[in-house]
């Protein structure tokens, strides 16, 4: 059988996408490998939401010719976000590239890839950005536990710093009936933790003939679905965040107590240059509110430092906010242009050195965050569903809860796929360490 080697680099819809390809590959006759010297073709799925992710694919280019010279008949391809973004440059700069393949064309990559077994001549597939969701009916899945389900592709806020709307398009709602059709699936093969994704959940229905938003959906799936025992959902934006939602997540059992909410700065002089359409106020008002209905839930936040004209009171005003908000955990990175998008006119003015302060401030203050929140709840037992091994010992797993904390905890026996209550005992860094009830 011909070999398939695919990386994935970015965010969870990445790893949807990249899932999906691999089944349809399968389909084709490939056998997967994890080893890229083996294979006959090799895909990267690519990301470009910062330019930390597109260097370390870049860093891996130089490999292609070595490659391409111990097998001539490799084929190489470039999937996702920088092929939408790149397009036929990366023929230009790297000739051994024989596909780029954008977001809105990977159902073609099994068809596209015979094509270039007959006629040895590159590809290029990027013009179908805004259509319609078209990785459907693919049962293929990694693990045997937790399973992605995409609901929605693109974005049509335009926040100054985001290359995501010319990379994933606008905004495209799947029918509620095709949703429901794989979340069925995936009950009847009993995954117990099942992931919604979209650029923006909570705008899920628009466009839709069907009369429909997310909480909707959520009702829909705990009605027709009701032995997926775990219902998550990323990411939202503020702005779209509202009471509906909160209910749901009140109401609904399977509806995971876990909202990540991206607050981006806490400066509203910096927010409006982002174009974020939130300010401060209106964002502490939007937490207050989930957790006066969902007390016990957790909160995530995505920051960036550095943003061009982030002055010295704008990241101090940022700071006060990740001490007030408490957010259970925070992605904090420093701002880095990105091609295409509107910041680019705005002057880079913080320096590398400043950004990466910035950064190590931001971090302590959260991590410290993270610790007093871990902290208290020594002592309380929890539910956790293990997944994995831990690498430091046979006997020991981690899992995680519904708000979707990290546990370690020791067990005799094998327990991946099993739920059980933890009696939680300490905290390494953002870890919860437990003991089996």
């Known amino acids: 059988m011909k070999k398939l080697f695919l990386q994935t680099f970015g965010c969870q819809m990445n790893e949807r996408d990249s899932e999906a390809v691999e089944g349809l590959m399968i389909g084709r006759g490939f056998q997967t490998t994890p080893s890229i010297e083996d294979a006959d073709v090799v895909l990267y799925n690519t990301c470009s939401v910062r330019d930390h992710a597109e260097q370390k694919v870049f860093g891996r280019m130089g490999d292609f010719l070595k490659l391409r010279e111990k097998n001539p008949r490799l084929i190489i391809g470039i999937l996702g976000c920088m092929a939408q973004e790149h397009g036929d440059n990366f023929f230009k ?10 977001t809105g064309n990977l159902n073609q990559v099994p068809d596209l890839v015979e094509s270039i077994e007959e006629r040895r001549s590159p590809r290029l597939a990027i013009d179908r950005l805004d259509e319609e969701y078209s990785l459907e009916d693919i049962h293929h899945r990694g693990d045997a536990m937790k399973a992605y389900v995409t609901i ?14 010319y990379t ?9 009936e095709s949703i429901l059709k794989e979340i069925k699936d995936l009950d009847r093969r009993g995954f117990k933790d099942v992931m919604l994704l979209g650029q923006n959940v909570n705008s899920y229905g628009k466009g839709l003939d069907e009369p429909i938003d997310f909480a909707a959906l959520l009702e829909k799936i705990q009605i027709h679905a009701p032995g997926i025992s775990r219902l998550r959902f990323i990411t939202s934006h503020p702005k779209d965040a509202h009471t509906r939602l909160f209910t749901a997540m009140r109401d609904l059992p399977m509806v995971c107590e876990h909202l990540h909410l991206p607050v981006q700065s806490g400066s509203d002089r910096v927010l409006r240059r982002m174009k974020r359409e939130h300010t401060i106020r209106w964002y502490l008002e939007q937490i207050e509110e989930y957790r006066r209905f969902v007390p016990e839930g957790s909160l995530t936040t995505d920051l960036i430092v550095g943003f061009p004209g982030e002055t010295e009171v704008d990241f101090l005003e940022t700071l006060t906010l990740v001490e007030r908000a408490e957010f259970d955990s925070a992605f904090i990175f420093t701002y880095s242009p990105r091609p295409g998008t509107p910041a680019l006119k705005l002057d880079d003015d913080v320096t590398s050195e400043e950004k990466n302060r910035r950064l190590q401030v931001l971090l302590a203050a959260q991590k410290a965050v993270n610790l007093k929140k871990n902290q208290a709840l020594i002592g309380k037992t929890i539910e956790v569903l293990f997944e994995s091994r831990t690498k430091k010992g046979d006997n020991r797993y981690a899992g995680r809860t519904r708000t979707f904390k990290r546990v370690v905890a020791a067990s005799s026996g094998g327990i991946c796929g099993e739920f059980h209550a933890v ?7 953002e870890t919860l360490i437990g003991r089996l009830g």
Do not use: F, Q, W
């Open 93 to 102: 700069k790297n000739p051994e590239i024989d596909l780029v393949c954008g």
């Open 152 to 165: 929605m592709k693109g974005c049509d806020h335009r926040c100054t710093y985001c290359i995501v709307p």
């Open 168 to 176: 994933r398009g606008v905004e495209r709602s799947r029918r509620s």
């Open 423 to 429: 009696r939680i005992t300490g905290v390494a860094d």
